[in-house]
Each structure stands twice: as structure tokens, then as C-alpha cells.
């Protein structure tokens, strides 16, 4: 019995003085984003660069596509040389704000509450216009392999994200403006975003309006954006729908518990962080749905995601098949799927071993995270979305685990 008590309070100690060296990687972000208040660059920024605004060259498809690898690949920072600046991007500002209303749920500060009403008004301000419902886009045009977007076409992965940091931010304000924008998203999934349908008229959705593709991640965002939405409203025809999208992704998964990333020949890799998206996703339809008829696919994807992507030294591979890059979105979507689908605690060593590992190379001394961590070389843009947005809205959840922990343990 002696030996039982002492163990509880070596466990407890230990977790004590992880959560305070974490906690203390957390602050320093927090420092970082607000002094640059919410502003930086991104991997694909390259096209704000005046070389493709105001010359010909970037009326050309391939100089675009080049131009956007030279900057996201490049461990040299040429945005300053370039003209690049940098700005807002809608679902960086998204992920922010679920993050400090992940902390004001912690503990209701002012500060906390102040900067809630502060991102969801930038937000709100961000909106594209043009569509049948509220949208976001990013804040740089963008050439893809599969086709070009304009600085802010709306995409379905920025307006779920930012949809439901909305959902978020009403139920702690009541302010029903962010309410009525975050529901009105469903006309702009509904009717702007194309579909994909399988020969038993389940569908998936387009990346945007203005394309065509099957990426599976984009159809299942769509998916829980809909549930959220029949979670505020009632409206049984959110949840119709959201099964079509749920199915029809669930069909497409591999035998041993994997999705490729999209249907074209150039979308076929099975990556980390978007496994983690479909689990999330999947995990939320059914939560919210009560409707547990996919549970099969989530268990053999999450057996699959937790298995394949994560060494024993706690390092996140990119690929199933591949560890580099080490790419810092990778632990971020770690904690947050496993904190969303209840199953923190009985992964809890892998997680800190993660996110340690992940501290203790991938984070600036001045408070910021790396990009990306390649064979040879280290990319250490503090890029505003891809990198600090996500791990300052990862570490919210990892906050969020421990106070739960710590209430059980005091109850």
C-alpha cells in the first residue's frame, strides 16, 4: 500500500514538472504571437511577391508553381527581398481563436476574453464576399499542381476551422453576430463547393468553388462543419448530408486503416496530419449525430495514424512510408485528434514524448516554431499559420488534458 502511495505522488510530480517545462514552451509562443500580433508570412505566400503582381511573369502557370516551391522550400527567407509582407491569414486568426477560448475555459481572464472579441472581429472582417453564405479564403494567391486560386477563394478546409472558432467564441460571448455568420456557412458548403458523387449518391466536396478535386480531408471538414451546425440549429437535413460526406470517405479507405490524400495520381501519399483531420472529422459527425455506424473505419484509422506516424523517440513523421520533413503541423494535429476523440489520457506518453521532443528541437529561442526539419536542412521561417497558429491551438488542448487530469485527481 506504501509503495502504491508513493508511486501516485513520484507519477504526479513528474507529470508537474513536464507540464511546467511545456507550459513554459507555451508562454514563450504566446509572447512570440501577440508581439507580432497574429501577423507573419506562409509556406505559400510566394505569389504576394511583386515579381508576379506587377511583372508578366506571373502570367505563366509554371513560373507561379515554381516561384511558390522556391519560397516554401527555400531554408533562406527571401520574402523581405521580394516584397512579400506580412498579414492576416483568416484561418491562422481561426486557430487562434479557439485557442484562447480553449483558455478562457481553463480560466476566465479578461485578457483571455479580450483577445476572443478581438480575432472574431478581424475575422469577421476577413470574410469573402460573393457566395451564398459566409467563406474564407487565404491571403495569397495560390498555384496548385491541380489548379490556381486567387488571393481569398474560399475554401472548405479555412471555413470550417474559422466556422467553428465562431461556434466557440458565441458560446462564451453570446454574441449572436458570430453565431448567425458561423450557421450561414452551410449555404456557401451546400451550394458554392462542387461535388463528387458515388454510385450510391453519397458525394464529397471540392476543395473550393473552383475546382473539382477529391481531397478526402476537405470533404470529411465539410462533413463536421454540417454537424456543428445541426448541433446549433436542429436542422436534421446538416446531419443527412454530413453522412453522405462521412460515407462516402469511408468507403475510400485503404484495408489497413489508411487514406491517400485525394483521388488524382498526384495525390496518392498517405500523410500525418491529414489522417489526423479525417479522424477528428469522423470522430465529431458521430458525437454529435449519435450515429455510430463508422466507428469500424475511425477504430482501424486511428490504430492505423497512432501506429504508423510517430517513432519511439517521439518524432512525427510526414509520411507513412517516409520521416522527413518533420514538419511541425504533424504533433500539433497529434494532440488535438487525440484530446478530441477521448483517448488523451491512455496515449498520454506518446503525446509528451511528441511534444518534447518537438520543444526541445523545433522551437526558437525566441518563442516561435520551426517550419519544417529536412534531411539536411531546417527550415526556421516563423511562418504565422502553418506553424505557430496550429502549435499555439495544440497546446490549448494539451492545457485542457492536464486541468481534467488534475480535477480527477483532486476528486
Known amino acids: 500500500m506504501l509503495f502504491l502511495i508513493v508511486y501516485f505522488f513520484s507519477h504526479q510530480i513528474r507529470l508537474r514538472m513536464k507540464y511546467e517545462i511545456l507550459l513554459k514552451s507555451f508562454q514563450d509562443l504566446k509572447k512570440f504571437c501577440e508581439e507580432e500580433s497574429f501577423q507573419g508570412w506562409d509556406p505559400y505566400d510566394g505569389l504576394n511577391s511583386w515579381v508576379i503582381q506587377k511583372t508578366l511573369l506571373g502570367k505563366s502557370r509554371l513560373f507561379r508553381l515554381a516561384w511558390i516551391q522556391l519560397f516554401k522550400r527555400n531554408p533562406i527567407n527571401l520574402r523581405t527581398i521580394f516584397g512579400v509582407k506580412k498579414d492576416y491569414n483568416p484561418k491562422g486568426l481561426g486557430l487562434f481563436l479557439i485557442g484562447y477560448c480553449n483558455l478562457y475555459k481553463i480560466e476566465q481572464k479578461d485578457e483571455y476574453l479580450n483577445k476572443i472579441n478581438a480575432l472574431a472581429e478581424q475575422i469577421l472582417k476577413l470574410q469573402t464576399n460573393g457566395y451564398s453564405g459566409a467563406c474564407w479564403g487565404y491571403n495569397f494567391d495560390w498555384q496548385a499542381r491541380a489548379f490556381f486560386q486567387p488571393k481569398y477563394t474560399p475554401t472548405i478546409v479555412a471555413t470550417s476551422f474559422i466556422a467553428e472558432a465562431l461556434f466557440k467564441a458565441?458560446?462564451?460571448?453570446?454574441?449572436?453576430?458570430?453565431?448567425?455568420?458561423?450557421?450561414?456557412?452551410?449555404?456557401?458548403?451546400?451550394?458554392?463547393?462542387?461535388?463528387?458523387?458515388?454510385?450510391?449518391?453519397?458525394?464529397?466536396?471540392?476543395?473550393?468553388?473552383?475546382?473539382?478535386?477529391?481531397?478526402?480531408?476537405?470533404?470529411?471538414?465539410?462533413?463536421?462543419?454540417?454537424?456543428?451546425?445541426?448541433?446549433?440549429?436542429?436542422?436534421?437535413?446538416?446531419?443527412?448530408?454530413?453522412?453522405?460526406?462521412?460515407?462516402?470517405?469511408?468507403?475510400?479507405?485503404?484495408?489497413?486503416?489508411?487514406?491517400?490524400?485525394?483521388?488524382?495520381?498526384?495525390?496518392?501519399?498517405?500523410?500525418?496530419?491529414?489522417?489526423?483531420?479525417?479522424?477528428?472529422?469522423?470522430?465529431?459527425?458521430?458525437?454529435?449525430?449519435?450515429?455510430?455506424?463508422?466507428?469500424?473505419?475511425?477504430?482501424?484509422?486511428?490504430?492505423?495514424?497512432?501506429?504508423?506516424?510517430?517513432?519511439?523517440?517521439?518524432?512525427?513523421?510526414?509520411?507513412n512510408d517516409s520521416l522527413y520533413p518533420i514538419d511541425i503541423h504533424s504533433p500539433a494535429q497529434l494532440i488535438v485528434t487525440l484530446s478530441k476523440l477521448g483517448v488523451f489520457a491512455e496515449n498520454r506518453d506518446l503525446i509528451e514524448k511528441v511534444l518534447s521532443w518537438t520543444v526541445a528541437n523545433m522551437q526558437s529561442p525566441k518563442g516561435y516554431f520551426y517550419y519544417q526539419i529536412k534531411k539536411y536542412t531546417t527550415s526556421k521561417i516563423p511562418y504565422i499559420r502553418w506553424a505557430q497558429s496550429w502549435m499555439f491551438y495544440a497546446f490549448t488542448y494539451y492545457h485542457i488534458e492536464y486541468n481534467l487530469n488534475e480535477q480527477n485527481q483532486d476528486t
Open 170 to 319: 458565441y458560446d462564451i460571448t453570446k454574441e449572436k453576430t458570430y453565431l448567425d455568420t458561423a450557421i450561414s456557412t452551410k449555404n456557401f458548403v451546400l451550394n458554392d463547393l462542387n461535388k463528387t458523387f458515388d454510385e450510391d449518391k453519397n458525394y464529397t466536396l471540392s476543395y473550393s468553388p473552383i475546382d473539382n478535386t477529391q481531397v478526402f480531408n476537405a470533404g470529411l471538414l465539410g462533413a463536421k462543419l454540417l454537424s456543428l451546425i445541426y448541433k446549433y440549429t436542429n436542422d436534421d437535413f446538416m446531419i443527412y448530408e454530413a453522412k453522405k460526406i462521412v460515407n462516402y470517405v469511408c468507403k475510400k479507405q485503404d484495408i489497413d486503416g489508411s487514406w491517400t490524400y485525394g483521388t488524382l495520381d498526384f495525390h496518392k501519399w498517405v500523410d500525418n496530419f491529414h489522417t489526423g483531420y479525417n479522424l477528428e472529422c469522423i470522430f465529431e459527425y458521430q458525437k454529435i449525430s449519435n450515429d455510430y455506424t463508422f466507428d469500424p473505419f475511425l477504430k482501424k484509422g486511428l490504430k492505423y495514424y497512432v501506429e504508423t506516424f510517430f517513432t519511439i523517440d517521439g518524432i512525427s513523421k510526414y509520411y
